[in-house]
């Protein structure tokens, strides 16, 4: 069974096309799992009215006194791991908003997880803007694929609209970094130790960015030295008390 896990939070722009480019590649066993941060759209409206049973929404929101607390990068990761508590299959697929995925995206990696070739498996994508014109034809010419922590300190290649793993990594990655580090960045970090990592070099999804994109992971970023030296320094923390103390 797979489960694909997607945080939700107005994006009822780019949805409904997502959805339908997932389903059409899940079987009738597989699950859907939204985790909405409460939209103020009508984001929940648009995926109710496709009106799919493998689709399954849960509504997730930090409390008051986090809120105040956290930036964005920590409200995505609570979100997609909300999602991740509620996935009943044996392999999750991670998943934005508004992208694409094509052809091949489940065929062609799911195969990987249970031939025990990987642990997780990272697929190459297409970047595009909002009218779904190609910015960049390989998201791996422009961060070379690697699996080295080391490497991932100074740009991670765990994208996580492109990754996928078996439940056993999310297991392992549990709990979370109570850190704000990406969600991502850890699942790729403890699959790799605990397993391995293997990339697909095809492009298997269409990777948007726009005005409203809420990240900008792989794309330059408006971080300070200090942030980046300190988001650095959490990293191996994390590593430190997740993984080598667990």
Known sequence: MISVCIPTYNGEKYIKEQLASILSQLSLQDEIIISDNYSTDNTLSVIR???????????????????????TLVK?????????SKANGDYIYLSD??????DGRVSETLQLLKSDKASVVVCNCKVIDENNDTLIESYFSYIKPSSSVFRSFHKSSFHGCCMAFNKNVILKASPFPKYAIGHDLWLGIVGSHYGSVYFVEKPLVLYRRHRSTVTTTGFESSRTLYDKVKYRFLIILSIFKGIILK
């Open 97 to 102: 908003q508004d992208d694409i995925w094509l």
């Open 76 to 84: 995505v990761s609570l979100n997609v791991q909300n999602a991740l």
């Open 49 to 71: 009215d496709i009106n799919d049973s493998r689709i399954k929404i849960f509504l997730f929101k930090p409390d008051a006194k986090l809120q105040l607390k956290i930036n």
